[in-house]
Each structure stands twice: as C-alpha cells, then as structure tokens.
C-alpha cells in the first residue's frame, strides 16, 4: 500500500490487526522486524506457531495451559473449596501474582453484553455450574466474583448471583475502591466516592 | 485562534469586566463566542461538531487562549482539531488533558444566554434535562459519572430486549435473569442520580426565587419542581427523600412496566424521561405550569432568572466568578431585561456580548467606564474595529 514491498505491507496489515496497534505502531514494528537477524526473526516466528499449536483450555476452569488441565487445578497445595471468577485468562496471571489467593480459578471468557450479542451461553457459565454440581468430590464453600467494576461486570455478577442463589455457597464478589499503594488525595474525586459507596464494616 | 470558522488568523485581547461585540448577522460574532467555550468547555456552545468549525478549505484549526484569575494565575488552553484525522487535542499549559477531566471541566465555569435559552421553559423534558445536567455536572464530576453509567445501562438494557423481543434470543428463564439484572443496576443509578437532583433543586430554588422575585416587576413567584413518573406527586426539594425510598419506587415501577417494556421492546422507566416544571404563581392564585399557561413575557423573566441562578449557583459551588456570555440577546429579551442582567452582575466576572445594534453601547455607560468595557466590530471574518481599553504583554 504505502511502501515498496508487497511482503511487508502484509506485514504492516497483520500487525495492524492485533489489539491497540494502530497503523504508526505496526509500520514502526514491520520496520524493526525487517533489521532484526534471521534467526531472531525465527525465533519469533516460531513462538507464534508454537504457542498456537500447544496452548489450549484447562478442561476444569478454563484457564490457559499446555496440558488436559492446568498446573492449578493439578496442585495438591490448592484450597479446592474456594473457586474465583474471572473474565480472562490474564485476570489470573494478575491474581497469581499477588501470592496471596489459594484456591481455585474459573475463567468466563468474556462477559455478558446483549449491546455486543453476548448473552450467558457464550461464556463460561454452563461449566460452571456443571463443575458447582459435580465438584469433583470436594465441597465449594465460597465463589469469589472477581469481575470488573464495569457494567458488564457488575450485571454479570448480579446475574451469576441469581442463577446460583438456589446452592448453598457464599457468594462474595471483590471491593473496589483506591487502589493500595495510591494516595488517597491523589485518587480522583469521582474514585474515592465510588470507594466511599462500597464501604465496608470493620 | 488560527482557521476557526470564517477566521483566519486572529489575536484579541478581552476586556477583564465588558466586552461588546457587534457586526451584522453572519460576520461571525457568535464564533469568537463558540471558540471561548471551547477552551473553556472543550467543546461547542451550540453543539457544533469539529469539523464544522474549521474554516473552509483548512484541515485543522486551533485556539490558544489564556485564562488569568483574581490572584493573576494564568492558565494556557490549546484546543486543535485536525479534520483529516478526527482528532481532538486539549492541552493545559502545554500538558495534555481529555476534554471531560477535571483540568478542564467546570474549571472556567461558564453561563451561556442565547436566544436558544428559551428551549428551556418552552421545550421539551430533554431540553431540560439537558441544562440541569450540565449545570450539575459542573459542580459533581460524580454525578456526571452516573449520567454515563445511566446510559450505558440503558443501552445495554435496550439491546437486552430487542435481542429477546424482536430476534427472539435467550431462553425464558435465562432472560428473566438477566433483565432483574439490568433493572436492579437501572433501580440503583436512578436512585443516585434523582437524589443528586432533588437536593440540587434544594439549594438551586433559594437563588431562583430570589432571583426571580427580583425580576418580576407584579410581584409574582416561582419554582421549579421534579417530576418523575415513579413518584405520585411532583417533589420540589422540601420533601425528605432517601436513595433507598427512590429506590424502591423506581423497583416497583420497573415491575409495572416490565410487560409492556417486553413487548415493545424499549425502556420505559427511569430518570432519562423526568422532567423539571417551572411554576408560577401570580399573587393570589395557585402555581400554574409556565410551559403550558406562561406569556412571552413570562417565560423571558423566568429565562433571565434562571441564567442569574445558575450564575450565582456557579459562583457560589466553584468559588469563582463565571464567565458570561450573552449572544445575540437583544434580538429576543427586551433592553431592559439584559440591562437587569447585566446590573445584577456587573461588579464580578467577565461579561461578552453580541449584539447587531450597535446603539445599545450608549445603555453600558451606565454601569461601566471607559476602561472597563472593551468594543470589537466584525466583518467577515474580520476585526475592523477594535477598542481594546487597555493591552498587557502575555508572557508564556
Ligand atoms: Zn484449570
């Protein structure tokens, strides 16, 4: 289109395609890959293929994984009757991160949003309450709903808390508010009244 | 201002207290105005979109203006668009700012009177809601984040229900659930959002009576009331409500309606279909509904009342003195209505007026001297005469 190469306009158009490139950033990236040496360029060539033929879904939570299931629902050194939910396979990546949660994952894969025909059966849900019902022998006492405090997120929430109201589990869903480690006079007025709504007893 | 409407390149320097703006109609008095309330609003007064503001065979135009407080703290806003790209730029002093952060909105705060103004007694729910909002929004950057989660819940409500009704998605019961889901989020918002408005009301009605008092030479009254169809009665602000008993009004009402809502397939409840009723009272008879019952007259007085309530309500809410401006005014309120507004605010902020009659200057001298009133005349495009009382250096 715009250069002198039909291969790396292709290029330039399959970077452009991926989540917040725009067309300066994939010209930018097309250009770095044409410097770089051949073997590095098959180094990254290969990741890309490689990833897409082995990463597949934990058949239990839905997470991502080389295997049938994924190194967490496989550990020993798990808590089996907390579940937490999530939207995406990142959310547990951010999660693991802190060390501090020990129970399981269960990842939805999107969201409900009728405005983009996302309705219950497109995500995970159905294997949720399949694996709430079964439980692999283990009882769940708690299902933690880790959502965003979006729209979607919290009608989602308040949908998942309607289908389940039937089982004996508790339900909890995270709080938001300031994130720690900010400020309080740095957080901005309309994040600290959304925090000041949720409150909390203590 | 650089390519902004019918300017090409144009430098004015303002008078602090008056500046009178006059031209013939379509010269472009009103677009030195427009350009202001971008840098002020980061948007069009008039609702113009960005790309109707460049000028003519440019592709981008930009506004550079600087604002200077009581303590001569000077602020730089730059606002450029680019027409080919669609892009909108903000920048405070040279840092970049989105056009609804709190660097920006409701940091100038802003009082428009325009011969549209009467929209607001004579026109629809919308026009209302509209002025109120905006009004409130200045005052709480919350209430304007539960406006746009009002109309996203709203949105996704409505495709909810056109996916079921019309394209006859989701099984029953799976449905049933997820529209509790969006009416409980629709129940909870509303609740916040006709809180915020009611108490606005409380503390807003003690200007407009004021005001309005003032204004009306019989000695009428007025009032503003709520209205909303989940209530039985109209509240104007004495009543004491809690979030939780607008709550479960609007719970119920959303029960009612839910059938109807299906089969039609729209939202039919909530406090984007609420209104505010302008009422008056003439001495001895009841408060009528000056939208239905009101002479021109009437609704004028109620116009300028409002405007003066919302500068006050301005002044008081951001302790500054609003920026007020008066566009094109004399065409439609009378000489003696715009002389009271502007007698009533001559001692605080900046004023800007345009008008076509150029005769009008002589009623200013009243309450101005001649250094505190600056005379700009267009002509297409053009200053051709300007009276700038007195020019400072801008350092920036
Ligand atoms: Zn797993």
């Known amino acids: 289109?715009?250069?002198?190469?039909?291969?790396?306009?292709?290029?330039?158009?399959?970077?452009?395609?991926?989540?917040?490139?725009?067309?300066?950033?994939?010209?930018?990236?097309?250009?770095?890959?044409?410097?770089?040496?051949?073997?590095?360029?098959?180094?990254?060539?290969?990741?890309?293929?490689?990833?897409?033929?082995?990463?597949?879904?934990?058949?239990?939570?839905?997470?991502?994984?080389?295997?049938?299931?994924?190194?967490?629902?496989?550990?020993?050194?798990?808590?089996?009757?907390?579940?937490?939910?999530?939207?995406?396979?990142?959310?547990?990546?951010?999660?693991?991160?802190?060390?501090?949660?020990?129970?399981?994952?269960?990842?939805?894969?999107?969201i409900i949003s009728p405005l983009d025909g996302i309705g219950p059966d497109d995500i995970r849900i159905k294997e949720l309450i399949e694996r709430l019902n079964e439980n692999e022998g283990a009882h769940i006492e708690e299902l933690i709903l880790a959502l965003n405090p979006t729209v979607e997120g919290e009608t989602t929430i308040l949908y998942l808390s309607k289908l389940l109201r039937h089982l004996d589990i508790k339900i909890t869903r995270i709080a938001r508010g300031i994130p720690i480690g900010s400020d309080i006079e740095l957080a901005d007025e309309v994040t600290l009244a959304r925090a000041m709504e949720g409150r909390v007893t203590v | 201002m650089r390519n902004f409407r019918n300017y090409g390149e144009e430098e004015i320097i303002f008078n602090g207290k008056f500046n009178f703006i006059s031209g013939n109609n379509g010269q472009g008095k009103t677009n030195i105005?427009?350009?202001?309330?971008?840098?002020?609003?980061?948007?069009?007064?008039?609702?113009?979109?960005?790309?109707?503001?460049?000028?003519?065979?440019?592709?981008?135009?930009?506004?550079?203006?600087?604002?200077?407080?009581?303590?001569e703290n000077m602020d730089k806003i730059t606002v450029g668009y680019n027409s080919i790209a669609r892009l909108k730029a903000i920048y405070k002093n040279k840092e970049k700012v989105s056009a609804f952060s709190s660097e920006i909105f409701g940091r100038y705060p802003m009082v428009i009177l325009s011969p549209k103004s009467l929209d607001i007694t004579h026109g629809n729910p919308s026009d209302r809601r509209r002025f109120f909002d905006i009004l409130i929004s200045q005052a709480s950057r919350l209430y304007l984040d539960y406006l746009k989660e009002l109309v996203k819940i709203l949105k996704q409500k409505n495709a909810l229900l056109k996916n079921y009704t019309v394209l006859k998605k989701y099984a029953k019961a799976e449905f049933t659930d997820m529209l509790n889901s969006y009416?409980?989020?629709?129940?909870?918002?509303?609740?916040?959002?006709?809180?915020?408005?009611?108490?606005?009301?409380?503390?807003?009605?003690?200007?407009?009576?004021?005001?309005?008092?003032?204004?009306?030479?019989?000695?009428?009254?007025?009032?503003?009331?709520?209205?909303?169809?989940?209530?039985?009665?109209?509240?104007?602000?004495?009543?004491?409500t809690s979030i939780d008993d607008i709550k479960e009004c609007m719970s119920r009402v959303l029960n009612e309606k839910s059938e109807e809502e299906i089969s039609r397939a729209v939202s039919l409840a909530g406090p984007q279909r609420d209104d505010y009723i302008f009422r008056l009272k003439k001495r001895d008879g009841d408060y009528f509904d000056i939208k239905h019952f009101a002479s021109q007259g009437e609704h004028k007085t109620c116009i300028v009342a409002l405007k003066l309530s919302e500068y006050d309500y301005l002044k008081h809410k951001k302790s500054t003195d609003p920026i007020l401006l008066l566009d094109d005014v004399l065409s439609e309120l009378d000489e003696s209505r715009v002389s009271s507004i502007i007698s009533h605010l001559k001692d605080y902020g900046q004023i800007f007026l345009t008008t076509t009659d150029k005769g009008y200057l002589e009623n200013l001298k009243v309450f101005y001297g001649e250094e505190e009133i600056s005379v700009f005349e267009i002509e297409n495009g053009t200053l051709i005469n300007r009276h700038e009382a007195h020019r400072h250096k801008i350092e920036n």
């Open chain 1, 1 to 110: 289109m715009q250069s002198t190469s039909d291969a790396l306009d292709t290029l330039i158009e399959e970077f452009s395609k991926l989540p917040q490139i725009g067309r300066k950033t994939a010209q930018r990236l097309a250009m770095y890959i044409t410097r770089l040496p051949k073997e590095e360029v098959e180094k990254f060539a290969g990741a890309l293929i490689e990833t897409k033929d082995k990463i597949r879904f934990c058949r239990i939570c839905f997470n991502i994984t080389e295997d049938d299931t994924c190194r967490i629902c496989r550990s020993d050194k798990r808590n089996r009757n907390v579940i937490c939910v999530v939207e995406e396979p990142q959310d547990v990546f951010a999660l693991e991160k802190t060390n501090e949660y020990k129970g399981l994952y269960h990842v939805l894969h999107g």
């Open chain 2, 183 to 240: 009416n409980e989020k629709l129940s909870d918002i509303s609740s916040k959002i006709i809180f915020k408005r009611i108490n606005f009301l409380k503390e807003f009605e003690k200007y407009f009576e004021k005001n309005f008092s003032f204004l009306s030479s019989e000695g009428h009254k007025s009032r503003i009331t709520y209205y909303s169809e989940i209530f039985e009665t109209e509240l104007n602000g004495s009543e004491e």
């Open chain 2, 33 to 71: 105005l427009e350009a202001i309330s971008f840098s002020a609003l980061g948007k069009s007064f008039l609702g113009a979109s960005e790309t109707d503001c460049v000028k003519f065979g440019k592709e981008e135009f930009l506004i550079e203006s600087v604002f200077e407080n009581d303590l």
